[in-house]
């Protein structure tokens, strides 16, 4: 007989060759953890496409990816300044925002008088929708870039203001005791026991502001920008084009992994003397799931 071996061997070969596949899924690697992280993506892919190109769906439901590239292609030279229109505006609101969040958790957590007064504040002030807030934020700030700068800042401000709060709740209370044993003061302790402690903790939690701002800068453009990539999303909403919408959902999605991603990289970097900076955990390795 001519032909593979799996074709000749009919189905039992297909499932010994099924079953390899698998096992090498299962092995740890680069190699392996990257197929498995693109098998629900292509997956997604492959149902889009077949379900778009026979017609299953409307098209001005749900764009074919033929489509999505003509329109990439379409207004891919608008895409780099506007771009730029929007990161400075993610920028601007993470440093700002985040700089006020990280001040007023390291101050929650030293303070008591200041928690007292102000947290019971912020509690109110984040259980607030911050869409909500975009007919506001139009009033006192106007139309242009500050009123969506403004959205993004208060919104990773709340963010990195909880995680430095809790980070600082959650510091062994063994280490602030050996520091107080051999007679440290009770700022030298905060500075030099409790802020190393929580790093790791601050940057978790810039991840989440990080990814959570370009959320923000979204839903701010909506408040009338007139240049950045969020106008652009609005232009497919008003033409009720989704292949536009998808095709600019999609950008903004690239950019919070890739803004992600860079930040783990410097995260892991950075943070080599943490626990979790080698393999996937202590606690996976214990249990021998890493």
Request: net charge positive; hydrophobic share 55%.
């Amino acid at each position: 007989m001519v032909g593979p071996d799996w074709i000749r061997g009919g189905p039992r070969s297909i499932g010994n060759l099924a079953d390899r596949a698998l096992a090498w899924l299962r092995k740890p690697g680069p190699a392996s953890r990257i197929v498995r992280a693109l098998l629900v993506p292509a997956l997604a892919f492959a149902i889009w496409a077949i379900i778009t190109n026979r017609g299953m769906v409307q098209a001005i439901k749900l764009p074919t990816p033929q489509k999505l590239v003509s329109v990439w292609w379409a207004i891919g030279d608008l895409i780099p300044g506007a771009f730029w229109i929007t990161l400075q505006m993610v920028v601007t609101g993470i440093v700002v925002g985040g700089l006020a969040g990280l001040g007023f958790g390291l101050m929650f957590g030293y303070s008591r008088w200041a928690r007292d007064l102000l947290e019971f504040s912020f509690d109110w002030l984040r259980v607030v929708p911050m869409f909500a807030l975009i007919p506001l934020f139009l009033l006192w700030f106007g139309i242009g870039m500050r009123p969506q700068i403004a959205l993004v800042t208060l919104g990773v401000m709340l963010i990195l203001t909880i995680v430095t709060t809790e980070a600082v709740r959650n510091v062994l209370h063994i280490h602030v005791k050996a520091a107080l044993t051999m007679g440290a003061s009770r700022f030298h302790i905060y500075r030099t026991v409790v802020v190393p402690s929580i790093i790791p903790h601050i940057l978790v939690g810039l991840r989440l502001a990080v990814i959570s701002a370009w959320g923000l800068e979204v839903a701010a453009e909506f408040m009338g920008s007139v240049r950045g990539l969020g106008n652009l999303l609005i232009a497919g909403l008003t033409n009720l084009d989704s292949a536009r919408i998808l095709a600019m959902t999609l950008v903004f999605l690239g950019l919070a992994i890739a803004s992600d991603f860079l930040l783990r990289a410097l995260i892991k970097r950075t943070m080599r003397w943490t626990q979790r900076s080698a393999g996937s955990g202590l606690v996976a390795e214990m249990l021998g799931t890493a």
